[in-house]
């Protein structure tokens, strides 16, 4: 019998069955754009778990032995596709060290010391400027074609972003008097756009759930000195029930459940339409941080939120185009 990864057997089950017809609720669970929706979701819920639980729980404790959870989920479901890539991995294993490094440590590390200091709202909204940062650092280092719409597209959301961490506040600038949390956010930001930018030159073609693991592997060993750091000189990690609860979500729904839901959406509609539904993490965010934090939602995010969508969608959208 054929091997299937777990990927495989739900792209396997949602195949149409043509003897059958399928109830209108079945075909919306079994839809790739309800599995990138709810990715998206979930992925946004856990700026609230990481914001909620912040004077809990440590960030970098949390991201590491959310990673370590991660990894041993990763290594059930795909070891046998491990073992058949291991060679392939092992001779591009400083590739996958930066990737490790770019994603783990710099995008998921920033994000988690981030937000103990700034609201999930800016959180979610700053996240919205990946698909701009990809295009510019695609520019920076492949010299890919930035159109002169992308261009204006850039700095309209570049502006949006000054809207969000400056509060629409001129003093700000002056006083140079920035959240920490959101140029934290910004530096994971760069992680993300950065890994993003090289996974797609530099990622070897293999299975999903291989490179996956490879990947966490590698951030986990840059991530453990700066674990031990913090433990011995900030605060220890304390495996109390918010911990444990936060770990157990961020660990599977986050960094395995979503992750699988986004590969299966991409298999079966292309990697184009889904990509399309990241922009769906900020109004999450903003919903579920109000809901469950009561944060506010102010003026200046309404700018920032129409500075920053009005720039995406002219640097991803339109301006490829041209």
Not at 17 to 45: C, E, G, K, T
Not at 128 to 136: A, E, L, R, T, W
Not at 289 to 314: N, Q, T
Request: some cysteine.
């Amino acid at each position: 019998m054929q091997d299937l990864s777990v990927v495989d057997l739900i792209v396997k089950m949602a195949q149409p069955n043509p003897d059958s017809r399928q109830l209108p609720l079945r075909r919306l669970v079994l839809s790739p754009y309800f599995s990138a929706a709810i990715a998206m979701l979930l992925w946004a819920f856990s700026f609230v778990v990481i914001r909620g639980t912040h004077e809990m729980v440590p960030p970098i404790g949390l991201n590491f032995w959310r990673s370590c959870l991660a990894l041993l989920l990763l290594l059930a479901m795909g070891f046998s596709h491990l073992r058949l890539e291991m060679r392939a991995i092992l001779n591009q294993w400083k590739t996958f060290f930066l990737l490790g490094f770019l994603l783990v440590l710099i995008g998921n590390t920033a994000m988690f010391v981030g937000l103990q200091s700034t609201t999930a709202i800016n959180g979610g909204l700053l996240n919205s400027m990946g698909p701009v940062v990809i295009v510019v650092f695609s520019w920076l280092l492949f010299r890919e074609t930035v159109t002169p719409l992308q261009m204006l597209g850039i700095l309209t959301s570049l502006a949006g972003v000054i809207i969000l961490i400056t509060r629409a506040d001129t003093t700000v600038l002056t006083a140079l008097d920035f959240n920490r949390g959101d140029l934290w956010f910004l530096v994971a930001v760069i992680g993300w756009a950065l890994y993003a930018v090289l996974i797609r030159r530099t990622a070897p073609t293999m299975h999903s759930l291989a490179f996956m693991t490879a990947v966490t592997l590698c951030g986990i060993v840059f991530l453990f000195p700066l674990y031990l750091w913090e433990s011995l000189t900030q605060r220890p990690t304390e495996f109390n029930a918010p911990t444990v609860l936060s770990i157990i979500y961020l660990g599977l729904f986050t960094a395995v459940f979503a992750i699988l839901l986004w590969t299966r959406a991409i298999r079966m509609i292309g990697a184009n339409n889904v990509g399309l539904f990241i922009h769906l993490v900020p109004v999450f965010s903003v919903i579920l941080a109000i809901i469950f934090l009561g944060e506010v939602l102010r003026g200046f995010h309404l700018i920032g939120i129409a500075l920053i969508a009005i720039g995406i969608y002219l640097t991803t959208v339109i301006g490829s185009k041209v």
